[in-house]
């Protein structure tokens, strides 16, 4: 992996808009997402494959990874909670999927209602489909420095959950500040913890921008060596199970970031605006309604 490059993950089309209150049509998401592949990003998290009773923002997923127009060089993730979750996405021609374990006993029992152990045990099955279908799988973590149910959570307990998705064959982690409230100590503290572990090429950042602290965090983040990071077209977003959290890093201001710091990303701000442009619409348009 490069020095001087960053991949970015356009978390957008999923993690951004499976917090918002208002239902984006279909057809609106597959335009997104196809504004976002001729942005320049390597891979782009369209939807997820959970109960639309949780999550009734995304009950379209197979509609919209039907619709969109794929170019050959994306990978077009989805979220998968289960086996069930896994073989819809397969159905759909996923690129890839991901499983979301949490560092929180809490936090994972009001996310999937089900322990960490038990969590892994679930994502077990999912893990054995897609190495039989050769489907790559990437892991998340919640609440990677903070909990909203039990405060600050222990590097130790990242750390535990890191290595055993790895084990179970995750190609990467993508490490997740829920709520927004890290800090580049507390971050910069948990990544020592992980790497001491895991190559720092299997993890990527996802941070929240609750306090307009993100870009800090990514930097220190690149002092350690990280170098692929989630980032949510506008910002949008935020957690249901985390209240009060705004929504991942937003993408221009990462690009941006990275390319004053002689950073190549890939990405073309010019492109990307035009994505935030109809972003900016939709929304506009459903507050007018």
């Not at 995304?58 to 289960?82: E, K």
């Not at 959290?245 to 990275?258: E, K, Q």
């Amino acid at each position: 992996m490069r020095n001087d490059h960053v991949s970015i993950v356009e978390v957008g089309p999923r993690d951004g808009l499976q917090n918002e209150k208002t239902i984006i049509a279909s057809e609106d998401k597959i335009k997104l997402v196809n504004l976002l592949s001729d942005c320049g990003f390597d891979t782009i998290e369209v939807t997820s494959f959970v109960s639309p009773k949780w999550v009734p923002q995304l009950a379209d997923a197979s509609v919209v990874m039907s619709g969109i127009s794929r170019h050959p060089r994306i990978s077009y993730a989805v979220l998968t909670p289960n086996l069930k979750g896994y073989t819809q996405a397969k159905e759909s021609n996923a690129s890839e999927v991901a499983i979301f374990a949490a560092a929180s006993e809490t936090f994972s029992q009001n996310n999937i209602n089900c322990s960490i152990d038990e969590s892994l045990v679930r994502f077990g099955r999912v893990m054995d489909a897609a190495r039989v279908d050769q489907v790559p799988v990437r892991g998340y973590i919640s609440c990677v420095v903070d909990c909203p149910y039990e405060g600050k959570v222990l590097p130790s307990a990242v750390c535990s959950v890191a290595t055993r998705l790895l084990d179970m064959g995750c190609y990467e982690i993508s490490l997740g500040d829920t709520t927004g409230n890290g800090t580049p100590q507390s971050i910069g503290t948990m990544l020592d913890c992980v790497i001491e572990h895991i190559s720092v090429d299997k993890l990527a950042g996802h941070y929240h921008d609750t306090n307009h602290r993100t870009l800090e965090n990514i930097d220190i983040s690149l002092e350690k060596g990280l170098r692929r990071f989630d980032s949510s077209i506008g910002g949008i977003g935020g957690c249901p199970y985390a209240p009060g959290a705004r929504g991942n890093v937003a993408t221009s201001d990462v690009v941006r970031f990275l390319h004053d710091k002689n950073i190549s990303t890939g990405i073309d701000l010019d492109k990307l605006s035009l994505a935030l442009q109809f972003v900016h619409s939709l929304f506009e348009q459903n507050s007018a309604n």
